[in-house]
């Protein structure tokens, strides 16, 4: 298995203030993405990253932005946070366009 | 628009009695199909990947197999630590760059002691 972490693991905030999420990689694996779960939903893909500073959107990528500076960052940023947001999130990594392998996820409440 | 649906959603099941859980699909050209096993409160874990009709794969109780249209993850005399949630992904072909990959929502399986 891939060694992704997450971090926080759980985090509270209100609406409007600015969250990040971290995930850290020791895999070198090229591509990296940000998935968000919700209960009647199947994993959504936010945002994705094929390579430091090549990045692109996913299909539920409004209110949510990434960076990738290092290999083995990828940042996901709501800006403003909303309830909507409130979710599951998972990053996953993979190296070529293959299996997924996934990390444990940050559970996010926007109050 | 490429779709993924399993079923059951929950499945209930006497410790010892196989059972096959369901993952049809529609897809622009299957590069894969993957299933994951997902815990309560972690991440999705891989088990298998599956590229053309007719594939099968093996691991420990679990049996998956691909048809054209559909996927079934055969589970035999299960035991109570294969409760967890089974997800099912189809991954589309195409030339370079991102391949789209498309979740089902998952059957909650339950084994009962």
């Known amino acids: 298995d891939a060694g992704i972490t997450q971090s926080p693991r759980h985090k509270v905030t209100e609406t409007g203030t600015p969250v990040t999420l971290r995930c850290h990689q020791t895999e070198n694996h090229r591509y990296m993405y940000w998935y968000r779960q919700d209960p009647g939903h199947g994993l959504r893909l936010i945002h994705y990253?094929?390579?430091?500073?090549?990045?692109d959107k996913g299909e539920v990528s409004d209110g949510y932005s990434v960076s990738r500076s290092k290999t083995e960052d990828f940042l996901l940023t709501l800006e403003s946070a909303t309830s909507s947001q409130t979710s599951v999130y998972f990053c996953a990594t993979t190296q070529g366009a293959d299996t997924q392998y996934f990390g444990p996820g940050t559970r996010l409440t926007v109050l | 628009e490429d779709q993924v649906t399993q079923s059951p959603e929950a499945l209930r099941l006497q410790e010892g009695e196989s059972s096959s859980l369901n993952c049809s699909y529609t897809v622009s050209g299957l590069r894969g199909l993957f299933w994951y096993r997902q815990d309560p409160g972690k991440g999705p874990e891989f088990l298998f990947t599956l590229y053309s009709a007719g594939e099968e794969k093996e691991k420990e109780r679990l049996k998956a197999t691909l048809t054209k249209k559909e996927s079934f993850l055969h589970i035999t005399a299960p035991k109570p630590e294969d409760s967890a949630t089974y997800l099912c992904a189809v991954q589309r072909g195409n030339s370079g760059g991102y391949q789209k990959v498309t979740f089902g929502t998952g059957t909650k399986l339950q084994v009962i002691p």
């Open positions: 990253s094929y390579g430091v500073k090549d990045t």
